[in-house]
DNA sequence: CATCGCAACATCTCTAGAGATGTTGTGCGG
DNA sequence: CCGCACAACATCTCTAGAGATGTTGCGATG
């Protein structure tokens, strides 16, 4: 038939609902291949394109994992904990330990890649760290890697003229990181905001991070100010949303 | 043909790419109609299926919405922005204004329904309240709508036996919310931990926020410490993520 | 002038088949 | 025993057509 009788749903969301009702009650674990588009097909009689349909809804909620040529997988979510304040408490940077130490559970997240230019900063970015026409900005690309998978992407923007002739301006920014060299240039970072938000990667994030389709990431906008409340670095994060946990403590 | 000569990407893809571009330039303004299947078809000289993948692409990507019978639009963002730190500040709910005001500006966010019930918590709540088996929880269910859109489900968990015979236990709490009420039966909450995450919208959600699809949900779980370091309530939130940007301030 | 019914049009669902392309394991040859 | 070629199998892409179903605006009717 076609478009036969709406009694309830149509038949790719019966499929798709009794194969996600298997993996909530863990017929199928996590890794696991479940059913492909030719199972289906024979398992309910229906066309190819209708069990792709009722596979690619599974996908889009960011249960299964399609690999070509191999099948369908149960997707897995073990998430790292990001302590959004503590991290960047002073005991943590001032004592020259990495602050994403802290973050991770004997798993071992580690820069992939990291590039250091010198260019001209976004309109928005540059309007908050008060940055000129003529002035341009020190940027830090970095990609972090957990366990051989890429998990975030993180690009921090500071004043050229600040850093210059530092070791901000390369790779390696030598023991407790850039926030030990601000406050060797009496800019030391004493306030912070986070904005968070969450949307569906576009094509480039998607590459970088490695991502399967129907999962978000989430997006950091991080702002540090020095003791006068002036801005001295903004750092856009891309974090794989299947990978994290952010938190947040704070006092009334 | 089919699965033609793969110069470099699919045909379903190029039309995407086109009509995204088209939406990143401005040439489709929110809220305007885009190019539609039979469009489409025409423009390209491709199959209905093959027009319906590239809408369905940019609508996994968030960036349009299919109205069955009306076509295909451009999607709008205005988000919220939340301040986590500030909004839970004591001058907020001590003085009987409400911690949503400071959220908006001038846009409308109201509460659209209020259940409140008493029933057994889930184990990982129970756990973090305290409770007993023999325990029961005070459960708040509250729907927020800005604009006449649900934006945000909030689920809160209280001690039942604590908040008995109070204005909590009550649809409205009264001035300063749920909070103040804490503070007079000497409960006063100190210290806050939200955690943030995100992911796609089960089926449930995606009713009840009205989410159109390809759209994730940002989850917060808040818990609300007393000066003696005990949880007093539980709450967990549903957002949708394009009506949020969460912000955070805090010092180092 | 208001309102209701309907036609035109939009997306949604589905069928049946087929070539392209990526993965995996097996078996043969060195 | 190692390694490579290849067959089997998986998903991916696409065609062409058609009935179901929701939306919208126009025209006829009261």
Redesign the pocket.
Known sequence: ??????ERQ????RIAAELRAGIETGEYEPGQRLP????LMAAH??????A??A?ALLQAEGLVE???????FVRDFKPIRRLGVERLARAQWGSGRSIWAADIGGRDLVVDSVAVTEEEAPAAVAEILGLGEEDRACVRRRRFVLDGEPVLLSVSYLSAELVRGTPIAQPDTGPGGTYARLEELGRRPVRFREEVRSRMPNAEESAHLRMSSGMPVMLIGRTAFDDQGRAVEVNEMVLDASAYVLEYNFEA
Chains 1, 2 share one sequence.
């Open positions: 038939m076609s478009g036969r009788s709406r149509a038949k790719y969301q492909g588009e030719n199972d009689g229906v066309a190819r394109m209708t792709r349909q596979l399609a690999r070509k040529g191999a099948g369908v």
